[in-house]
């Protein structure tokens, strides 16, 4: 609806022009009409950023500014201000082009009345009131579309990863499975024949790959904890140098024949703080674990530990194969593996798990490698002081 008071800005360089139409809005009886004269598009730009008007009256012949050039600077100005077009009999054409441009409505100059001005510019305001609600509406339906579609597109993701998950979690459930039963099998079947040592070596075989599925499923259950929000806290007091110590001698007895150099340094104060060991030794273990299993025979693995005034950095580094630039982006899903791992064993679980438990920290995991140089791992945590 039209207000009962109606602004109006008339842009019209001509003044007796301008006082007849002031004259015959004073003679409107439906409502009141105010109006604010100015001679210039100029005057007109800087008049409507200080004032709030109704609808714009435009003369299209300005000194500054002629033909149709003035009404996109003013829609642009003010995109939801309506414009009635004042035009003399023999630019009608010219009128009619102006309206399919953005203005809401014409008046031809000679034929103007009280009622003709009226209803014109009644007419204007309650049309572009109509567009704007419409645009409106446009807007917040093209918004829930993408947003929908957004929802749709996610929603896909989602089960493409679950099945993808479940297909790699089947097979590396089964791969051990089948050296189960085979060693099984060799050890039922051949039980005369084989050695002691043949027997052990079987055994040993069913031993270890029940371990890897053991632990396989303990991964796969804290992927989904941790999804699941349900990743808990121990926060307990801990000597984070001598636990970074433990850690780095339990690493070095699996090294086993693997030649390599593993060195820890700490720098820093660390004070008195609290961790959870639990979520560290993931973190942890998993990126010193790569680092070796990653290492060329021979290598070299540092460990480094810098102690900041509110937050540890845990520096892992490692001289051995590299991550190729593309598998950099997607190392933290679970599952994946780079395509240089070459027949070098792993589940493509244990970065997941790292970021998921440093995430639960509140942390920042980053990797810089290049292949053939070799990877570094960092890991800022928030220290908690006591
Ligand atoms: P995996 O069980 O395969 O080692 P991770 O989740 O721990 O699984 O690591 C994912 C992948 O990231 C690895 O398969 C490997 O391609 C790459 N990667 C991780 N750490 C290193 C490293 N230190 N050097 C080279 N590649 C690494």
């Known amino acids: 609806m039209v207000a009962s008071s109606v602004k109006i800005l008339l842009i019209e360089d001509n003044s007796a022009e301008a006082r007849l139409l002031q004259e015959l809005l004073k003679q409107a009886q439906s409502k009141e009409f105010s109006l604010v004269h100015v001679k210039r598009l100029q005057a007109a730009l800087q008049e409507l950023n200080q004032d709030t008007y109704d609808v714009i009256l435009l003369d299209l012949t300005l000194p500054d500014s002629q033909g149709l050039s003035s009404l996109p600077r003013l829609i642009n100005h003010a995109p939801s201000l309506p414009i009635v077009v004042l035009t003399n009999t023999n630019d009608e054409e010219l009128a009619i082009e102006a309206v399919r441009q953005g203005a809401q409505d014409y008046l031809l100059k000679r034929q103007v009345n009280v009622d003709v001005l009226v209803r014109s510019v009644n007419y204007a305001i309650e049309r572009k009131q109509v567009l704007e609600t419409l645009r409106t509406v446009n807007e917040t339906l093209q918004t829930r579309v993408e947003e929908r579609t957004a929802e749709l597109v ?77 990743l808990q806290f121990q926060l307990s007091p801990l000597d984070l140098e001598a636990f970074c110590r433990q850690l780095v001698e339990e690493t070095q007895l699996t090294l086993k024949d693997k030649h390599l150099t593993l060195i820890f340094a700490s720098f820093g104060e660390l004070g008195e703080a609290v961790w959870d060991e639990s979520l560290l030794r993931h973190i942890l273990g998993n990126l010193l674990g790569n680092a070796i299993k990653y290492s060329l025979p021979n290598g070299k693995v540092t460990f480094e530990l810098f102690g900041q005034e509110n937050t540890v950095i845990f520096r892992i580094q ?26 070098i064993p792993g589940t493509g679980l244990g970065l997941a798990i790292a970021k998921k438990c440093v995430d639960a920290y509140g942390g920042e995991i980053a990797v810089n490698s290049e292949v053939g140089v070799g990877t570094t791992f960092s890991v800022t945590l928030p220290l908690i002081k006591i």
């Open 154 to 230: 996610k929603a896909k993701e989602l089960n493409q990863f679950k099945s993808e998950f479940v297909s790699m979690l089947s097979h590396d459930i089964r791969n051990p499975l089948n050296t189960i039963l085979l060693a099984a099998g060799l050890l039922q079947n051949n039980d005369e024949q084989l050695s002691k040592e043949k027997k052990h070596n079987h055994l040993q075989m069913i031993r270890s790959a029940i371990k890897n599925v053991a632990q396989l499923l303990d991964e796969v259950s804290l992927i989904g904890k941790a999804d699941s929000g349900k």
């Open 318 to 343: 490692d001289w051995g194969i590299g991550i190729p630039e593309n598998d950099q982006k997607q190392l933290f899903q679970p599952f994946h593996r780079a395509d240089n791992v070459g027949k």
